[in-house]
């Protein structure tokens, strides 16, 4: 079965940091372009960042500067590394595989279950 | 405010025709595709519509979308109560090389 699985979500202050972890099974995280879509709460969905197969890497203009998206091939896990977390980083956070590069292909077909960030002081 | 714009929210009682529109610019719609996710209360997002019309295997052929210029529509008929839900209208900015997100439409089952 074809699953991802987010951990690391938590009460964080704010300019804290936090490193989100999405672990794959069933598919390669290497092999696909992976993203980070989060969600406010009560909001719509807010694209994060991707990791192109190829190595790739974009950012939301929100989140450039301070999170770092990561991936390690021996533990097919996907990360979102965070800094400098702010009151508006409040979400749940989701991973999303992709197959095909975005926006050209079948689309983000994998979510995990998310993982909820909470900046609060 | 979002890129990409959606009616905030929609309704239709058991076996009517719904449909959900999603509008933007020609950077992002006029020249990319169009993708539909659903989100059920509680849970992640789902893949409804993928290149503007192509349903993934399991997705009922009561879903459909169309794109035409910069705008986009998600079809649902026979509706159901478990249609209910919130939907989101998504395509790639070429500019932030990045996706972009309407606001979403809670779809409401009378």
């Known amino acids: 079965e074809v699953q991802l699985v987010e951990s690391g979500g938590g009460v964080v202050q704010p300019g804290g940091s936090l490193r989100l972890s999405c672990a794959a099974s069933?598919?390669?995280?290497?092999?696909?372009?992976m993203s980070w879509v989060r969600q406010a709460p009560g909001k719509g969905l807010e694209w994060v960042s991707d990791?192109?197969?190829?190595?790739?890497?974009y950012y939301a203009d929100s989140v450039e500067g301070r999170f770092t998206i990561s991936r390690d091939n021996s533990k097919n896990t996907l990360y979102l590394q965070m800094n400098s977390l702010r009151a508006e980083d409040t979400a749940v956070y989701y991973c999303?595989?992709?197959?095909?590069?975005?926006?050209?292909?079948?689309?983000?077909?994998?979510w995990g279950q998310g993982t909820t960030v909470t900046v609060s002081s | 405010q979002s890129v990409l714009t959606q009616p905030p929210s929609a309704s239709g009682t058991p076996g009517q025709r719904v449909t959900i529109s999603c509008s933007g610019s020609?950077?992002?719609?006029?020249?990319?595709?169009v993708y539909w996710y659903q989100q059920l209360p509680g849970t992640a997002p789902k893949l409804l519509i993928y290149?503007?019309?192509q349903r993934p295997s399991g997705v009922p052929d009561r879903f459909s979308g169309s794109k035409s210029g910069t705008s986009a529509s998600l079809a649902i008929s026979g509706l159901r109560s478990e249609d209910e839900a919130d939907y989101y209208c998504?395509?790639?900015?070429?500019?932030?090389?990045?996706?972009?997100f309407g606001g979403g439409t809670k779809l409401t089952v009378l």
């Open positions: 020609s950077s992002k719609i006029g020249y990319n595709y």
């Open positions: 069933g598919l390669t995280v290497s092999s696909n372009y």
């Open positions: 290149q503007n019309n």
């Open positions: 999303a595989r992709d197959i095909q590069p975005p926006g050209i292909g079948s689309g983000m077909d994998v």
């Open positions: 990791i192109y197969s190829g190595g790739n890497i």
């Open positions: 998504a395509a790639w900015d070429d500019s932030l090389s990045g996706w972009v």
